[in-house]
């Protein structure tokens, strides 16, 4: 079963870095992928989904599949998943963009 990566974000000059966190279950090191956005993105909804797609992509790149049949089991795919929300959510509290979270919170 694949591990889940350690979560931390870092948001530093309109580039955002994100990992995956391990649960007290797993161990690996931490990966991490930069999204790039400019704030002037943030103005527009199309520059929103722009940004919320990327750092959605990203956080499935290093959580993992939620495919079971590319994920292996049921409860990769769910630990994948639940990764994949907590990285998300970590990811746009950083960026701190409203609308960014609501977007999320209706996902």
Partial sequence: ??????KSL????????LAASTPSFATANPQEVKVQYTPAELQ??????RVYRAVTSAAEGICGPT????AGSIDTVRANSQ???ETVAIA?????NDELKAMHERN
């Fill in 83 to 85: 990764c994949i929300d």
């Fill in 1 to 6: 079963m694949k591990n889940i990566i350690q």
């Fill in 92 to 96: 746009l509290e950083k960026i701190g």
């Fill in 10 to 17: 870092i948001a530093t000059a309109a580039t955002l870095a």
């Fill in 44 to 49: 527009f909804t199309a520059g929103r989904e």
């Fill in 67 to 70: 495919n079971v049949f590319r």
